[in-house]
């Protein structure tokens, strides 16, 4: 459990531990929309997800809405924020994509089509491989990789972002994060390496997909995707894990541990070595608010 004062002190031999033993989860990914009602009406006609909540906050000029295959509370979400009179974003390079588990790829794919969605890599087996898999563009430009799967009890099962260095990347988030490498694949006819990262089986949960291009160590954020947030047992201790990784790998914390004025949910927040934000949530507090 969170300390309640945020005075708690952790001995430094043991704060690199905590990330191992604390119990994460994926929670949400965070991420802009030039039109919430176009989006929502896509993800829930397209996809199949399902509409979970969704907020107005005028005073603050924007919106947002929650979407997915299940319950917050044991799904992984996407959290879509409309800020008021911007219908753009910019993606960046740096970003790539969301994956969906399908037991049928073809049929999805089909039923995208039929309602107006972009496919830009048609259904079929990986070039070397039997998965099947397919890419489609959501109307504000994110991709979209559609996996053929068993019946998974997530199908809302990849972020993938592009990193500069993947071996510090993989070392980051296994210390900060309290990931593990569950599987990696360098691809050197087509110049990439990847690797998952997470918390349970790949065909089972969300992971984390760190792609490094042969010779590309920077990429364009823009200012579209946002940042995934995960759950923690106690914010201060992590906070005290990720303020130890980023002095050895890079990175930096944005945000101090501690209640969110208005809603006292604990959170930190931190940029990895590449500079993608990850926020830390308190897993008691969050199923307070999505409880209220």
């Not at 969170?2 to 043991?14: I, K, L, Q, R």
């Not at 130890?244 to 541990?257: W, Y």
Request: aromatic fraction near 10%; charge should be negative.
């Amino acid at each position: 459990m969170a300390s309640s004062t945020g005075e708690e002190t952790v001995p430094s031999e043991n704060v690199l531990e905590w990330a191992q033993k604390d119990k994460h989860r994926f929670l949400h990914a965070v991420y802009r929309v030039g039109d919430l009602d176009r989006t929502i009406k896509f993800y829930t006609e397209c996809f199949g997800m399902k509409l979970l909540r969704k907020r107005d906050i005028p005073e603050e000029k924007y919106s947002n809405a929650f979407l997915g295959f299940g319950p917050e509370d044991s799904h992984f979400v996407v959290e879509l924020t409309y800020n008021y009179g911007v219908d753009k974003y910019d993606i960046g390079s740096g970003f790539g994509h969301f994956a969906i588990a399908s037991e049928d790829v073809y049929k999805l794919v089909e039923d995208i089509r039929a309602k107006g969605g972009k496919i830009t890599r048609e259904p079929g087996p990986v070039k070397g491989g039997t998965t099947v898999l397919a890419f489609v563009q959501d109307p504000d430009g994110y991709t979209f990789e559609l996996i053929q799967r068993g019946p998974t009890p997530e199908p809302l099962c990849q972020i993938m972002l592009r990193v500069g260095d993947l071996e510090r990347s993989i070392k980051f988030y296994e210390k900060a994060c309290g990931m593990k490498l569950l599987r990696s694949k360098d691809v050197p006819d087509y110049k990439y390496t990847i690797a998952m990262m997470g918390y349970a089986e790949e065909n089972e949960s969300t992971v984390i997909e760190l792609t490094y291009n042969y010779g590309v160590t920077e990429y364009t954020k823009g200012n579209a995707y946002a940042q995934v947030a995960i759950s923690t047992e106690d914010v201060y201790k992590s906070a005290a894990v990720v303020d130890l990784v980023t002095k050895e790998l890079g990175g930096k914390i944005t945000r101090q541990p501690g209640p969110i004025p208005g809603i006292n949910t604990k959170i930190t927040s931190f940029l990895d070595p590449d500079g993608w934000k990850v926020v830390l949530v308190d897993h008691s507090d969050f199923l307070k608010e999505i409880e209220g």
